[in-house]
């Protein structure tokens, strides 16, 4: 059974930097392209960042960009998010995807397989 495993939030201050990591394990995700989304209360679930199964492309929200970087190690089937400059509007429940056909989306519905989620608080 395919399973991923996130790790690495906690409570950080603004400005500060966590990384991210999700872990899959059963078969391998080396040919699924990755997201992660988060999701904070009363809100909906959105796009944070993924790349494809290449490990060469990336997508990124908007409100991200210039600060989280998504990468890959294929060897290890994990996938990192590491987020700089951390803002209090970054507090939420991050979650890993994996999306069997391989190329970036981002949507939630694209994606095949979740992990339970993380949680990432950033204090003002």
């Known amino acids: 059974q395919k399973q991923l495993v996130e790790s690495g939030g906690g409570l950080v201050q603004a400005g500060g930097s966590l990384r991210l990591s999700c872990v899959s394990s059963?078969?391998?995700?080396?040919?699924?392209?990755m997201g992660w989304f988060r999701q904070a209360p009363g809100k909906e679930r959105e796009f944070v960042a993924a790349i494809d199964w290449s490990g060469i492309n990336t997508d990124y929200a908007n409100s991200v960009k210039g600060r989280f970087t998504i990468s890959r190690d294929s060897a290890k089937s994990t996938v990192f998010l590491q987020m700089n400059s951390l803002k209090p509007e970054d507090t939420a429940v991050y979650y890993c995807a994996a999306d069997a056909l391989g190329v970036i989306t981002t949507t939630p519905d694209g994606y095949d397989y979740w992990g339970q989620g993380t949680q990432v608080t950033v204090s003002s």
């Open positions: 059963g078969r391998t995700f080396s040919n699924y392209a």
